[in-house]
């Protein structure tokens, strides 16, 4: 009887319900039968019906049978109020699968096919972020997927989503966009949307803009206008090189805002980056007449670019040079810090003093200071550039233990692996590798590519054949190609030798003398005249 089966699979779905949905009453379901799709295994008949009417408890069977007809799956999807973080990955693809779009080949716009598509989905800050990462090639589309988060009242715009958004548009230098986004939603702006717009306009070399956004930000967008937010835009000025409108910027708003030491260490920075020195010290000695005294930051960016500039220049300088600016630091009572440290190795690593740079990496404890990661890191891979693997082996176990092993990602061996095999250390690239898995760093593409290059430009094809396959089976999308063999590791045909003549024997010997004297002899004999006649 299979009513009665399908009567029993639907008794036993129902006991795993939730009390909630049990409680329901059964008139309620009757009232939709039209909401059954396709997701029934058995799509019930009229004569599933009349059959359960024919049998006893007619009024109990057709509630049950009634009963799965509810479209369940909306039911829970709809009662949650966050989408399941398993889910954020799969929402984001499909959001920007929508919003890569060709919008003329669409017959609706993007926030109506998002209404309809997604009307059930709770967006979040995560989801918004994949979303927009995941789409790099929507260009203003993300206006309307802005549009759709703002009409949705699943979701309210916050100062870090609104900081997504100007980002996107800020890195595609869509500043018109950028601008029309933070009026839309000017009362979720803050520090954040602040950040992520004066960086985008100054590396995109519109120093002017920053500095106009700043004078504006407080009528136009609701920003506070302080000396934090001061501080943000000059800092971001003096790290890209634009310390002459930060500095103008500061001395223009000097009655408003009174700078302090940080921002006065910001512009000598700024002076810095730029390469110009002159201008770093004649603002130094402003600092010293005004009453400030300069930090460690602003004597490492002088440092950094009296080193810098003597490795352009004269690299037999740079130590000199440099201990001016450390008897200096000395003089006026400002105390190395590891950043010092890490200034003074990095520019002897530059110029391939590698052994001075570890002297000086070993004499960091008698200024009571200790490496970080960025210090092993620099002398790691200075060391793999001398060809001191053994050394940068030990470096690395040294940054381990020192509790920085947590910053040897996969970028970071990645920069390993291609100095080693830029000095032909393949060997110890592989061994590189190995440690590099065993650290949880799960390589990619570029890894693969680079040692399979590699090996086969050592003509070691079965080693790179096996990579390939272990890159297979771990699900990497490497491509085969068509690598060149270094002439070097070409196997040389091996030259055919010469046969070496054997010794005569006496009997040979004799043989070929009694060879040569009959022919001797019969060159005295007299030819015939017919055989001397010329032939005509």
């Known amino acids: 009887m299979p009513p009665l089966q399908s009567l029993q699979l639907r008794r036993l779905i129902l006991r795993n319900l939730s009390s909630s949905s049990s409680r329901i009453s059964s008139s309620s379901f009757i009232q939709k039968p039209h909401l059954v799709t396709s997701s029934e295994p058995t799509p019930l008949t009229s004569s599933h019906f009349r059959h359960c009417q024919a049998t006893s408890s007619s009024a109990s069977r057709s509630h049950f049978l009634s009963l799965p007809q509810t479209p369940l799956s909306r039911t829970f999807s709809s009662s949650s109020s966050e989408t399941p973080v398993d889910d954020h990955d799969q929402i984001a693809r499909s959001l920007s699968s929508e919003l890569v779009k060709d919008p003329e080949s669409e017959p609706l716009p993007i926030g109506s096919r998002l209404n309809l598509n997604f009307s059930h989905v709770v967006p979040t800050a995560p989801v918004v972020l994949a979303a927009l990462n995941l789409s790099p090639e929507a260009g203003r589309t993300v206006l309307g997927f802005n549009d759709w988060l703002i009409s949705n009242p699943k979701f309210e715009h916050s100062d870090e989503t609104l900081s997504f958004f100007v980002d996107y548009l800020g890195r595609r230098k869509d500043f018109k966009a950028v601008h029309d986004v933070i009026v839309g939603s000017r009362a979720a702006a803050g520090p954040k949307t602040l950040a992520s717009a004066v960086d985008r306009l100054v590396r995109a070399g519109r120093a002017t803009q920053a500095v106009a956004f700043f004078e504006r930000m407080e009528r136009d967008y609701g920003l506070k206008r302080d000396k934090e937010s001061l501080r943000l835009v000059v800092e971001e000025l003096c790290e890209n090189g634009y310390a002459n409108y930060a500095e103008k910027m500061v001395k223009s708003l000097a009655n408003e805002f009174f700078p302090d030491e940080r921002i006065c260490d910001s512009l000598i920075k700024g002076w810095c980056v730029d390469g110009k020195l002159e201008e770093a010290r004649r603002l130094a000695g402003e600092m010293y007449r005004g009453g400030f005294e300069l930090g460690p930051m602003a004597y490492n960016a002088i440092l950094d670019c009296v080193c810098r500039l003597c490795r352009e220049k004269d690299p037999f300088r740079l130590h000199s ?92 061996y990645y920069s390993f692996l291609k100095i080693l095999c830029g000095i032909e250390r393949i060997d110890h690239a592989l061994s590189v590798f190995d440690k590099m898995k065993k650290d949880g760093c799960e390589p990619g593409i570029k890894t ?89």
């Open 321 to 412: 040079e440099a201990e001016k600016v450390l008897l200096d630091m000395d003089m006026y009572g400002v105390p190395r810090n590891v950043e010092t440290f890490n200034v003074l190795i990095n520019n002897l690593c530059k110029i391939r003093k590698t052994e001075d740079a570890t002297k000086v990496f070993d004499r960091m404890g008698e200024w009571g200071c200790y490496p970080n990661a960025e210090t092993f890191l620099i002398l790691t891979k200075s060391l793999y550039q001398a060809a001191r693997v053994a050394e940068g082996d030990e470096m690395i176990d040294r940054m381990k233990s020192a509790g920085y092993g947590g910053s040897l990602d996969r970028k970071e």
């Open 448 to 536: 693969y590519d680079l040692l399979m290059g590699k090996l086969c430009a050592h003509n070691r094809i079965d080693k790179a054949n096996a990579l390939f396959n272990e890159a297979l089976r771990k699900g990497i999308p490497v491509e085969p190609k068509a690598y060149q063999v270094d002439p070097r590791y070409l196997k040389k045909p091996k030259a055919v030798k010469k046969k070496e003549k054997k010794r005569e024997t006496l009997p040979e010997k004799m043989a070929r003398k009694r060879r040569r004297l009959k022919q001797i002899r019969l060159s005295f004999v007299k030819k015939s005249k017919r055989m001397m006649r010329r032939a005509f």
